[in-house]
């Protein structure tokens, strides 16, 4: 009996895993297709959250996909909702920090994002250490 129940978790775990590793290639293919041409290896992170409704504790959980681009010179972390459609622009990387991006546009392509880095409305703190023009 230990030993079938040993089993069934390894599967539930192996399930679990593949579930993760599928949404993060997904995500992958979708910025590759918005003209990202080497998007970094994706990680997720999951925030668990528990809520107290009369007598019982509801518990949920939500599990956010990251990815790294980098364009322009600028090293650019898009996130997703793991199993939802769309994305958004996070935060940039810059010197070891890891600032929020303005407004946190959503599904942007590679010229849209080259358009974005290029105009005059809000960037992150430090921006301008980063930010190429001539660069890919």
């Not at 290896?41 to 599990?63: A, D, H, M």
């Not at 546009?105 to 301008?128: C, W, Y």
Request: charged share 30%; with cysteine; proline share 5%.
């Amino acid at each position: 009996m230990k030993r079938i129940v040993s089993a069934l978790l390894a599967l539930g775990c192996a399930a679990a895993l593949s579930a993760c590793t599928s949404n993060e290639d997904k995500f992958v293919s979708e910025l590759k297709a918005a003209g990202f041409g080497n998007p970094g290896k994706p990680s997720t992170e999951t925030e668990k959250k528990s809520k107290k409704i009369g007598k019982r504790t509801v518990k949920s959980s939500q599990s956010t996909i990251e990815v790294m681009v980098r364009v322009k010179g600028c090293d650019l972390e898009m996130a997703k909702i793991s199993g939802q459609s769309g994305y958004w622009l996070d935060e940039l990387h810059v010197k070891g920090q890891e600032p929020d991006w303005p407004n946190y546009p959503e599904n942007l392509t590679r010229d849209q994002v080259v358009k974005l880095l290029a105009d005059n409305s809000a960037k992150p703190d430090g921006f301008k250490d980063c930010y190429k023009p001539n660069e890919a």
